[in-house]
């Protein structure tokens, strides 16, 4: 007999995500991803000077903080032709980078290792052991069994209060984990040490962006951060070499703690590399430019898509090849909601048709519904995934040296073939990749900016075209930027210097999508399918593919009630 699980909200950070899925016979056979908030920020930015935009789209989220900035000024770049120098260029990526290592580690060990790790598991733990198996894996310091004894006692101390606040709702002791007591330990350890390292290693943002989050020295046509080798108030050597040391403690705790502990647990949970692979279809854009004036398709990462069944086999990518649909969504387009709208024409006009609270069980009620505030972008008519996982297989398959030694390295260690990154498990195992690979990158980055520096070049700014009498009477561009979520554009129309039309299309959107008019799933729904339960009345299998991809709705949708009656009502971690 098929059953309704409902999980509401799932997302352990900003916005609002509800998954309803259908089980029967202890596996889901269908599943339904519902956004529940609705924002409108694209419709408060028309009007507005375009070179201001990406001030105020730095407000989609919190989390995401300074991706939209980015992604904004490229959209005006590509719309009046500005030429980034490479000062600038090489800046933006140290303040990207930086975000992305950060952003994969506290989503690992944050908002994702919960699901892998039992914290009450870790109460019984013996500290000896734990210390012999964390010097087996890796020479990090932090690992002598005083070290975990007082780890271990900080965790009892805090469990004896009672007040156990985030983690009270957690499904520990629940059959599906499988680590014994020490890696569970070794776990812990590693989760409260990173809430110290990232607060250190961001403050790349302070020195080069002034402050984080949304960082205030970006701008149209590069940076406004002066830099001046002989000024105290100017980006200069001291402030690099601060930099520089920064990006060091960054690195080094992705390669000694992040990674080996990443290696350490995969072996317990194979069973996931056969599990939540989803659509199969991967995109990226690119990013990352080291050169003025560089083709996209020369960045450190190199735009392409991969299709189901095709791997390795990686394909060229056209901007004008994406759509957004609003068959299943709580919008309305002028010209009927079965169409496709390329972002330029976009529109963001709401029509909210699902049910008022008390909420029913369900929120989809029949295939022809309507819900979620999620649009559902297509790539050639066709859903895709982004993320970590689409970048590391696209770039796996087009032969990124980087990315390529990586990858294998990881496979040959787990003892899996490259199939196994179309999973759960490989979703997860991707971001530590690329987490280990940006921050090694960022300290060639930092060099580079050093060297050019050291050869007199200053510039920061395309001053040329920063007047918009210089523009166009009428533009359209794109800036796409692969943030930690995965791709990330924004489209933009401009006006007689004014913004005509503006539209976000979010890695959550991608990846959260409903239905399209075909009635195909988007990411989230689709990699849901196929998953065992062991116990309904705790989905921890659903809370684990979910948040392999790190769903971040609240720049996916653009009024929450948070009561409900659901045939099974789940509080998440």
Not at 257 to 284: E, R
Not at 499 to 506: E, G, K, R
Not at 533 to 546: K, M
Request: hydrophobic share 40%.
């Amino acid at each position: 007999m098929a059953k309704k699980i409902v999980v509401d909200p799932i997302t352990r950070i900003e916005g609002h995500l509800r998954i309803e899925a259908q089980v029967e016979d202890g596996v889901i056979t269908d599943a339904w991803s519902i956004g529940t908030m609705w924002r409108g920020i694209e419709k408060i930015l028309v009007g507005r000077d375009p070179r201001d935009a990406w001030y105020w789209t730095q407000r989609f989220c919190g989390v995401c903080t300074t991706v939209h900035a980015m992604a904004s000024i490229r959209a005006v770049e590509d719309a009046v032709g500005m030429t980034v120098p490479l000062n600038a260029e090489l800046i933006r990526n140290l303040i990207m980078g930086i975000q992305n290592v950060q952003d994969h580690v506290i989503h690992f060990y944050h908002l994702h290792a919960l699901d892998w790790v039992d914290i009450v598991s870790a109460l019984s733990a013996d500290p000896g052991a734990t210390a012999r198996l964390a010097q087996s894996v890796s020479d990090w310091p932090k690992s002598s069994k005083t070290y975990f004894k007082a780890v271990q006692d900080r965790v009892k101390a805090f469990v004896g209060t009672k007040r156990l606040g985030p983690f009270a709702n957690a499904y520990w002791g629940h059959p599906a984990y499988k680590l014994p007591p020490e890696a569970n330990l070794m776990g812990v350890a590693h989760y409260l040490e990173a809430l110290d390292w990232q607060r250190e290693v961001i403050k790349v943002h302070a020195i080069l962006g002034s402050k984080n989050p949304h960082p205030q020295t970006f701008l149209a046509g590069g940076i406004s951060l002066p830099v001046d080798p002989d000024a105290q108030n100017a980006l200069n050597a001291d402030k690099i070499a601060q930099v520089r040391e920064l990006l060091v403690q960054a690195n080094a705790f992705v390669e000694k703690v992040y990674i080996p502990y990443l290696l350490a647990v995969a072996p317990f949970y194979l069973d996931w590399a056969g599990i939540g692979g989803g659509v199969q279809n991967y995109l990226t854009f690119g990013d990352f430019p080291t050169a003025e004036g560089q083709r996209r398709e020369d960045y450190w990462l190199k735009p392409g898509q991969v299709r189901s069944g095709a791997f390795p086999d990686a394909k060229p990518v056209r901007a004008e090849a994406i759509a957004e649909y609003v068959t299943h969504s709580w919008y309305r387009y002028a010209g009927g909601d079965d169409q496709g709208l390329a972002p330029w024409q976009g529109e963001t006009e709401p029509d909210y048709t699902g049910p008022k609270p008390p909420y029913p069980d369900k929120f989809v009620s029949d295939e022809d519904a309507k819900y979620s505030w999620v649009k559902a972008p297509r790539y050639e008519d066709t859903p895709f995934e982004v993320g970590p996982l689409a970048r590391m297989v696209v770039g796996y398959a087009q032969g990124h040296p980087e990315i390529k030694a990586v990858v294998d390295l990881v496979l040959q260690k787990l003892g899996a073939p490259a199939s196994a990154l179309f999973s759960t498990l490989g979703r997860t195992a991707a971001r530590g990749i690329e987490a280990l690979l940006l921050s090694r990158q960022n300290l060639e980055w930092v060099d580079l900016l050093a060297e050019n520096l050291g050869r007199g070049d200053t510039r920061i700014q395309d001053n040329a075209r920063w007047d918009p009498s210089a523009w166009p009477a009428e533009a359209e561009g794109v800036g796409f930027h692969e943030a930690p979520r995965g791709m990330l554009s924004h489209w933009i129309r401009i006006k007689n210097g004014e913004i005509a039309n503006y539209q976000a299309v979010v890695p959550s959107t991608w990846n959260a999508s409903p239905r399209d008019p075909k009635g195909q799933r988007g990411p989230y729904e689709q990699a849901l399918i196929g998953t065992p339960i062991a116990d309904p009345d705790q989905p921890l299998e659903i809370l684990r593919t979910i948040h392999s991809f790190d769903p971040c709705l609240a720049c996916a949708v653009h009024l929450l009630d948070a009561r409900g009656r659901e045939i099974t009502r789940v509080q998440v971690l």
